[in-house]
């Protein structure tokens, strides 16, 4: 916030001063044709006094002369007025002090009252049609960060305070909280995997130098992690490398059950890559394993975190609590505990009614749902999941199942 401060008094500098110049600038002696004209015509009348005087010119001659210059003076000056006059500013200390106090002031009047330094830029396609952040996630999160700022060694303060932004869409400060969560963690790859995740979301879907060297770090350390396989696939497309991202998406499909949340979205990347570079996308797409109830990453932890936010994917499925976040969660005042949990749940509830075709948002909401004991509400988002499922899509099974199980 200080370097927005510090830009704005800068550009009203600037624009004040654009307003005292002519203000404090001295006034210019005046110049153009017409004053040129005068000037000449006035050296002319002194020049025939001149010559009456030595008898060159008779007297009668002399009054002609000056007749002469006098009508050609009249038709300079009528020239002049049909130009128009230009007029002159003189030099006003007082009005400059004025200015420069009155401009500033009323800025900040106009300002105060409506501007919001404190919220995170945003590109203007990621500004359309947002729901409103509940006031009270909002409070929360604030919150907690103040608490942070106390205790800036809590791991599992700032992977909470990570997953709120996230869920908030404050993607940049999502990164940063989950940078520092990552730091405390010596490189745990969710965290760290979460931290390269909300950076590249904050670039607007784009996989920054820097977030393609920590997904390569989280693969050094957990080769099959499913969300830093996909990003540097992702990496791979946006540098070029299209057939290069093909073959990534297609290894990483063939290692996922076939009712892991990420098999469609898998699924659409290759096809439309594929047809991008004419190669037959049905031969490059390969099959998922066999089903599996629980729809865990191949080789990394189970669990929504394991799902990706691409920057195609929508972005109302904001990540569940993990089980270090509710003990983070649970470490909170109640008051402060029941408000974030209770808050974040609403918001992701609302992203939804905004955008009801996001399978793995009903998912998601449907586990938040049973972490708050509310199953009546967990089946009722299974159920608007399954309607926003094809008929024939493998998923349906595992999501009939978990349905049954809620009594629905």
Do not use: C
Not at 77 to 102: D, F, N, V, Y
Not at 103 to 127: C, E, K, M, T
Not at 189 to 201: D, I, K, N, V
Request: hydrophobic fraction near 45%.
């Amino acid at each position: 916030m200080i370097v927005f401060w510090i830009v704005a008094a800068v550009l009203t500098a600037a624009a004040v001063a654009l307003v005292l110049r002519p203000l404090l600038k001295p006034p210019v002696e005046e110049t153009g044709p017409a004053i040129y004209a005068r000037r000449v015509y006035a050296d002319q009348v002194a020049e025939i006094d001149r010559d009456l005087e030595r008898g060159v010119l008779t007297a009668a001659e002399a009054k002609a002369a000056r007749a002469e210059v006098g009508r050609r003076l009249l038709a300079t000056a009528r020239e002049e007025e049909k130009g128009g006059a230009k007029a002159t500013l003189a030099a006003s200390p007082k009005a400059a002090m004025a200015l420069t106090i009155l401009v500033p002031a009323a800025a900040l009047l106009f300002y105060l009252p409506l501007g919001r330094p404190d919220l995170p830029a945003q590109p203007l396609s990621a500004r359309q049609d947002i729901p409103q952040v509940p006031e009270n996630v909002v409070a929360a999160a604030a919150s907690l960060a103040r608490k942070l700022e106390q205790n800036p060694d809590d791991l599992q303060g700032w992977s909470l305070l990570g997953a709120t932004y996230a869920a908030m869409g404050r993607h940049q400060e999502a990164a940063d909280a989950f940078r520092r969560a990552s730091a405390l963690s010596q490189g745990d790859p969710e965290l760290t995997g979460s931290f390269a995740e909300q950076l590249t979301m904050a670039g607007g879907g784009i996989v920054s130098p820097e977030a393609r060297k920590v997904f390569e770090a989280v693969i050094a350390t957990d080769p099959g992690n499913f969300r830093a396989r996909y990003y540097l696939a992702v990496a791979r497309q946006q540098a070029g490398d299209v057939k290069g991202a093909i073959d990534g998406w297609a290894a990483l499909l063939a290692d996922s059950p076939a009712d892991a949340p990420w098999v469609d979205h898998l699924r659409r990347r290759i096809y439309d890559s594929a047809v991008l570079i004419g190669i037959d996308p049905v031969r490059a797409t390969p099959q998922p394993r066999p089903p599996a109830l629980a729809q865990a990453e191949p080789g990394a932890q189970a669990g929504p975190r394991a799902t990706p936010q691409s920057e195609s994917a929508p972005q109302a499925g904001a990540p569940a609590l993990t089980p270090e976040q509710m003990q983070a969660v649970q470490q909170m005042s109640p008051e402060d505990r029941q408000q974030m949990i209770r808050g974040m749940v609403d918001g992701l509830a609302q992203r939804l009614e905004a955008n009801p075709g996001d399978v793995d948002g009903w998912l998601r909401l449907a586990r938040a749902r049973q972490v708050l004991g509310e199953n009546a509400a967990a089946a009722e988002a299974l159920k608007r999941a399954l309607e926003a499922l094809p008929a024939d899509s493998p998923r349906r099974a595992g999501i009939e199942e978990q349905l049954k199980a809620l009594g629905g």
